[in-house]
């Protein structure tokens, strides 16, 4: 099953984070990425720039119009996902829950990806 | 394109039983197939242009054993540099060969023994199957990427990963004891239905490499079945797998969307599929004791010899499933029994065999259980209930047309109620 692990959080928390508790944190992910490389289960992966430097499209008076910043604003923001293949949501679910943002008031949402395959019914 | 064809069919032919030749030879489960890799992926690239050797299996054993001796004597001069490590034992000693005379032609209990062997309990089931497409089915590692839709690099370490813990698990290449042994066919079958499933699933969506993995499961439960033509399990599955595949030109209309049983047009079943499917079980039930993959040939038998949906035999169905149930008691199979009851007694009765799945935590809150109540709440004349219960079906599949087909059979019920 594949799953995509969204990494949401308060941009900028690294700033406040002491120099050891950043090397944990980079550590950590290091270590997750290793292990889901070399158990055969990562799929990709990446890291969003910060939510400053996003556009956003939207209908305004019947016509897409560029806007400068974030969808939504709020305090946490989307800042990357892993795509896994695992034998179980467990899994997934397990993976999300040590990645270190987590530890820091952010939130790690597991959502699985559709598939094009289907069984009649 | 036909010379090809030809050449990769030799390739597969002959990937195990060289493999397993290897293997019993030398150890080293691991290295053997890597080896063995090379030399399927050096036959590929010169045999079309310089044409297939007299003997191809010869040739592959050849180069396979060339690479691996390559490797050990690069790494034995490695070794011999190295000066702290004095008389030990390979670090990498891997699956031990079998103690006994070793025949130097490959026999059919290695094609067995290896597939034992891709199926250990030690790996998880996307490792079995990977595996087994490897190794046993021959398959390249971009191919087997390919067809589960994930990055080759990723399909490579999960390869890599399966033999090492296959290893680590202290695997022999030996046939499993005859305790063990009905318990290991067990898993080889599940992982072949499971790579058969994963194909036929498939072929609704574009991906038509992945649909060819019923071709490929197909292909190994005849090898099994030639291997253990007194095995009745393996009779009904390779039936089953027969005849579910015999319905995939049916089972997705002009627009990709799914077709259910009942509706498909029977014209376009295989029918030679069916024929081979139907005289494998019917064969096969007259010696055997019936187990789980039989019934489901079985039943997957009746409908076949239906001409049309009206004309099924129902209530066959119904004791076949009452038989399933009782020797392999599952929810999954509840469910389809609940429909085929629903046929004969009537949609409550269907609903009312579901009501004890809603508290099994197997299967509460599952889209097919909630698919199978809409179902059953429609022929039941329910609309409004029907509708909710397509609906939540639809948000909790994880399948594309799935999804599609639950949102239209609610969508045809809006306005009914």
């Not at chain 2, 691991?30 to 299996?57: F, I, K, M, S």
């Amino acid at each position: 099953m594949k799953y995509m692990l969204l990494i949401w959080n308060r941009p900028g928390f690294t700033d406040e984070l002491s120099e050891q508790e950043r090397t944990a944190l980079f550590g950590d992910v290091d270590e997750i990425m290793k292990e889901l490389t070399e158990s055969g289960e990562l799929i990709g992966g990446q890291a969003l720039a910060n939510p400053s430097q996003t556009m956003t499209v939207r209908l305004v008076d019947g016509s897409p119009e560029l806007l400068d910043g974030p969808f939504m604003e709020s305090k946490e923001q989307f800042a990357g996902y892993l795509a896994v293949d695992c034998d179980s949501p467990q899994r997934a679910a397990e993976i999300a829950a040590r990645w270190p943002d987590v530890r820091y008031g952010g939130a790690m949402e597991v959502r699985p990806i559709m598939d094009e395959a289907g069984t009649e019914m | 394109m036909t010379e090809d064809r030809t050449v990769e069919d030799l390739l597969r032919t002959f990937a195990p039983q060289v493999l397993g030749l290897l293997v019993r030879r030398h150890g080293q489960f691991d290295r053997c197939e890597d080896a063995v890799q090379e030399a399927l992926l050096a036959a590929a690239t010169q045999w079309p242009g310089q044409g297939v050797p007299d003997n191809p299996r010869a040739w592959l054993l050849t180069v396979a054993t060339r690479r691996l001796t390559d490797e050990w004597r690069s790494e034995s001069a490695r070794r011999d540099r190295e000066v702290a490590v004095a008389r030990r034992e390979p670090a990498y000693a891997g699956v031990a060969p079998a103690a006994d005379a070793e025949p130097a032609v490959p026999t059919d209990d290695d094609t067995l023994t290896l597939l034992f062997l891709c199926c250990h309990p030690a790996l998880p089931g996307s490792a079995q199957v990977a595996l087994t497409l490897r190794a046993v089915g021959g398959l390249s590692t971009a191919q087997i990427a390919r067809a589960h839709l994930v990055p080759e690099a990723t399909m490579s370490q999960r390869i890599r990963r399966a033999k090492q813990r296959v290893e680590a698990a202290g695997a022999r290449f030996t046939m499993p004891g005859p305790a063990e042994r009905g318990e290991r066919l067990g898993t080889v079958l599940r992982v072949l239905y499971l790579i058969f499933n994963e194909g036929y699933t498939a072929s609704t969506g574009p991906d038509l490499r992945r649909a060819e993995l019923t071709g490929e499961a197909i292909r190994l439960a005849r090898i099994l079945r030639g291997l253990l033509p007194d095995d009745g399990e393996v009779a009904g599955l390779l039936a089953l797998m027969l005849l579910t595949d015999a319905h995939r030109a049916a089972r997705v209309g002009p627009d990709g969307e799914l077709v259910p049983l009942a509706e498909q047009d029977r014209s376009r079943w295989d029918a030679a599929a069916i024929a081979e499917g139907v005289a494998l079980i019917t064969e096969a039930l007259t010696w055997s004791p019936p187990g789980p993959y039989q019934l489901q040939a079985a039943i997957a038998a009746v409908h076949a010899e239906a001409s049309t949906a009206a004309e099924t035999d129902w209530r066959q169905i119904v004791a076949l499933y009452r038989l399933l149930a009782r020797i392999a008691p599952n929810p999954m199979v509840t469910l389809n029994q609940a429909v085929a009851v629903a046929m004969v007694d009537g949609p409550r009765a269907g609903l009312a065999l579901l009501t004890p799945l809603d508290a099994d935590e197997r299967t509460a809150g599952h889209h097919r259980l909630a698919a199978v109540q809409a179902h059953l709440l429609e022929l039941a004349g329910e609309v409004g209930a029907a509708r909710e219960a397509y609906l939540a079906a639809a948000r909790g599949t994880t399948s594309r047309p799935e999804q599609r087909y639950l949102e239209v059979r609610a969508a045809r019920l809006t306005g009914q109620g």
